[in-house]
């Protein structure tokens, strides 16, 4: 059977030239590549060197996006051009990690997108996988890791162009030919600094043919004041490959963080993705998935759960460009007070994609009259054999829902806080991970 691939959907996905525009266009993005290019004196690998000249120069090119900009037009990005980021090293002592039991022996810690080894613990891992970091990457994974590193579709997006031109470092987990690693991975991404301070975490993952992980992804503040975090992520999931991949931010609410999240599915493969966005004046995770083969599995899950003057915007787009993939996507969030909320969820079915199954669901709970939601559920469908749905919900707390459980006997305020719980747990009892799926409850009954 031959089968015909569309161009991808994914966005800046396209090599382009760099003649087509003029050099340094935007004096921000050009403020922050010079102010690390200066103060970061660690070199990378030579193999890594014209990869990231490549990325810095596309960045002189390129200019922050603003609400002009159809992908951005609900995303405001003045108030981070209104601060002078720095690199900085935070003090390691003072850093407090919350382990979780699952993964005492199975954690990288990154404070400020370095490596920090005083924080991390690898001693249980099982053979076949590896777990490291860029700097400590043995010689034998080096040519294998050039490959993939920095290769994912979408390379070109502004923000994901800047983490691969000054990231310092990353994490690098890479799973042996049918492996199947019971303990879980935790990936620990701190910000912390005195002054407002700009992080660049990254991590590439590679599960190889017929073998099966799951990780964890944490972002966390190391100290209370505002800082960016900058993230990429790059999944490759060979064929008859499993990943299971939780993401939690749980940044400072006054901090910005922008992630990228670039999947690749080889025929067979399957990925999960729980994601949930707790943190930050402004955040927002850009999910991307690719398909290379035919019957993959991907499923979506995800919560943002904002109050104050938040804004959590979550962009997805899955191109299923092959015959008998299933794709299911609910993404719920819960809004107070007067935190803006955004989802744009894309599923791109080209006509070679016969049989496809795809369904994608936005749920919004408002609990403010001044909370916000803007919503844009999307099918793009060519294919004529396919069984695709798409819907969005925005609702509040219902009364009537709310006096039911009254006349049971309880007051006002534990409905209201029942009634969320419950609207969260359908996302959260996803998560593998015993003990963060707690903790994660405990912070719903507290919101």
């Known amino acids: 059977m031959m089968v015909q691939v569309s161009p991808s959907p994914i966005p800046n996905s396209n090599v382009a030239s760099l003649m087509s525009t003029l050099l340094d266009r935007d004096s921000y993005l050009t403020g922050l590549l010079n102010t690390v290019e200066t103060q970061n004196v660690t070199l990378p690998p030579s193999w890594l060197q014209d990869v990231k000249k490549t990325a810095a120069n596309w960045v002189r090119h390129s200019t922050l996006p603003n609400n002009h900009d159809e992908e951005w037009r609900f995303t405001d990005l003045s108030a981070l051009k209104k601060i002078n980021f720095?690199?900085?090293?935070?003090n390691v002592e003072t850093l407090e990690v919350a382990s979780l039991p699952e993964t005492a022996n199975s954690r990288l810690v990154f404070v400020n997108g370095i490596y920090e080894p005083k924080l991390s613990s690898v001693s249980s891992l099982p053979t076949g996988i590896l777990v490291t970091n860029l700097s400590n990457l043995p010689a034998e994974y080096t040519e294998k890791t050039k490959e993939y590193l920095a290769q994912a579709e979408g390379a070109l997006e502004v923000f994901t162009a800047l983490n691969t031109a000054i990231a310092a470092d990353a994490a690098v987990i890479w799973v042996s030919k049918n492996v199947i690693v019971d303990t879980v991975i935790h990936l620990v991404f701190i910000s912390a600094g005195e002054n407002p301070v700009i992080s660049q975490p990254r991590c590439l993952l590679v599960a190889e043919t017929g073998s099966q992980v799951s990780f964890v992804e944490?972002?966390?503040?190391?100290?209370?004041?505002?800082?960016?975090?900058?993230?990429?992520?790059?999944?490759?999931?060979?064929?008859?490959?499993?990943?299971?991949?939780?993401?939690?931010?749980?940044?400072?609410?006054?901090?910005?963080?922008?992630?990228?999240?670039?999947?690749?599915?080889?025929?067979?493969?399957?990925?999960t993705c729980n994601a949930i966005a707790l943190g930050a004046k402004l955040s927002r995770h850009n999910l991307e998935i690719l398909q290379t083969g035919e019957q993959t599995e991907t499923t979506l899950n995800g919560l943002a759960m904002i109050k104050g003057e938040q804004t959590a915007d979550m962009h997805s787009a899955i191109a299923l460009n092959y015959p008998y993939g299933v794709s299911n996507q609910l993404q719920k969030n819960i809004v107070g007070d007067k935190a803006h909320a955004i989802f744009n969820g894309k599923v791109f079915v080209p006509k070679p994609a016969q049989e496809t199954n795809a369904a994608q669901l936005n749920r919004n709970l408002l609990l403010s009259s001044k909370a916000r939601v803007d919503t844009k559920p999307q099918l793009e469908i060519t294919a004529d054999n396919v069984k695709c749905a798409h819907g969005a919900t925005v609702s509040q707390l219902e009364d009537d829902e709310i006096f039911y459980l009254q006349s049971r006997g309880i007051n006002q305020e534990d409905s209201r806080n029942l009634l969320i719980y419950a609207f969260a747990t359908e996302i959260i009892n996803n998560i593998p991970v015993n003990s963060l799926r707690e903790n994660l409850l405990k912070i719903v009954k507290q919101f």
């Open 86 to 90: 720095t690199i900085a090293t935070a």
């Open 218 to 271: 944490e972002f966390v503040a190391g100290s209370t004041g505002t800082y960016f975090a900058n993230a990429v992520t790059e999944i490759w999931i060979a064929e008859n490959a499993s990943v299971n991949h939780t993401r939690l931010q749980n940044d400072s609410t006054e901090a910005f963080h922008i992630g990228k999240t670039a999947v690749t599915q080889a025929r067979y493969s399957r990925y």
